[in-house]
């Protein structure tokens, strides 16, 4: 679990949640325990992941994967643990522990996952649907939650759900991007496989200036999150 | 998911929760999604624990294994998500999540878990505390709940505590008694291991007074109680 959770990932998820917090009117200290557990469950979701019987990596942030360093078995347990711990840091906000068991289960991420699992994507609508469920619902809550865990009035909760949908997107087409060097086009998974690299960029600045249109309705609290918006359009890793 | 959940299992974990919450003093439809919940737990544990990384298991319950119908992914996924929704059925109540939380993860169930696969217990309290955790903690779990999730009075809910962790090392001692056949005894992760059959008979029959004992406290409320702690001493399924 500690392997893992403290590999070097660039908290790109908790950052979404304090700023939403912030952006939101509320406190970003209030949002810690909601960000350790969508930081926890996006940790589990890799651990499994990168399985034999799923992607079967080897090598994940430059170190073995988890079941390669300590075997199959542990590194299954290891993930449901950390499912099993996210809900126990939130669990005294029902709010928060429905949110999370929403977008992370079977109409969320794992949801996502078998999808993507089965892959023969037929089209792009097709593949929005499985991206938006597999890594869109955990973006878009990890920003709402934020906002939520800090009792933020339910007004500045809606646009950041809006917002949060078209920033899962975008994480999304940038990911795609960034792997575009690999013969991603071949995937039927991928934006790529369905649009030009040139339609791809196009889409992601659209979207990207969709997600910001969001935070303009919460004026100067939301600026570091529009920030952090533009270093997702334009990021490089 | 579903193939699993309504594979036949005996429902002893939902029983336990609705006869908690009546022997408690309350109403056991109260203690109706707990029942689920806990039995959504207890069926995920199965689907991992039957996977080729762990236990290797082709048949559960006279039907080939999740993963064995359905593939090792969707086999890992399914045991996630069922997780997730046991959460997501409970989210309202803060006591049922921490609960939850506490005997499903790496101090409960998954604690156990771990320490079993890596096997070479020693000797007969590391069995009893791998046991407690693994199969205990979500056994007496279940009881507790159904009567937290009645609103029964703390001093009650003490009592169930006390009773539940009894009913773990009794349910545990039984399933190594119905395994007695199986050359369990060459498994160091059984009580048939660490004591002669006669012995592990006659612990069972002192854990199950002992677990009486506990109910005596709560009255008529608790016979349907009394009742299923006589079925699980004499178990032979």
């Known amino acids: 679990m500690r392997y893992a959770l403290f590999g070097g990932g660039k908290r790109i998820r908790p950052q979404l949640a304090m700023l939403g917090a912030e952006a939101a009117?509320?406190?970003?200290?209030?949002?810690i325990p909601w960000a350790m557990a969508i930081e926890m469950v996006h940790t589990y979701s890799l651990i499994h992941d990168d399985?034999?019987?799923?992607?079967?990596?080897?090598m994940r942030r430059g170190r073995p994967t988890c079941h390669r360093a300590f075997g199959e078995a542990n590194a299954i347990l290891a993930g449901d643990a950390l499912?099993?711990?996210?809900?126990?840091?939130?669990?005294?906000?029902?709010?928060?522990?429905?949110?999370?068991a929403q977008a992370a289960g079977?109409?969320?991420?794992?949801?996502?996952?078998?999808?993507?699992?089965?892959?023969?994507i037929k089209n792009l609508s097709e593949l929005e649907r499985m991206?938006?469920?597999?890594?869109?619902?955990?973006?878009?809550?990890?920003?709402?939650?934020?906002?939520?865990?800090?009792?933020?009035?339910?007004?500045?909760i809606e646009v950041l759900q809006k917002f949060g949908r078209a920033l899962g997107l975008l994480f999304?087409?940038?990911?795609?991007?960034?792997?575009?060097d690999q013969d991603r086009a071949r995937d039927s998974n991928s934006f790529l496989h369905h649009m030009s690299a040139e339609k791809v960029l196009e889409r992601r600045d659209t979207v990207a200036d969709e997600a910001r249109s969001f935070l303009a309705h919460l004026g100067s609290a939301a600026?570091?999150?529009l920030e952090l918006t533009g270093r997702i359009q334009k990021r490089n890793q």
């Open 25 to 31: 009117g509320g406190n970003a200290t209030a949002a």
């Open 51 to 58: 399985l034999p019987a799923m992607d079967n990596d080897d």
């Open 83 to 100: 499912l099993t711990e996210a809900f126990a840091v939130i669990a005294q906000d029902p709010a928060l522990t429905a949110l999370l």
């Open 106 to 120: 079977g109409q969320g991420m794992v949801g996502g996952q078998v999808s993507d699992v089965k892959g023969k």
């Open 131 to 156: 991206q938006a469920a597999k890594t869109g619902a955990l973006i878009q809550a990890a920003v709402m939650g934020g906002a939520i865990a800090s009792h933020a009035p339910s007004m500045r």
């Open 172 to 180: 999304q087409l940038t990911d795609d991007l960034l792997d575009a």
């Open 223 to 225: 600026a570091p999150l």
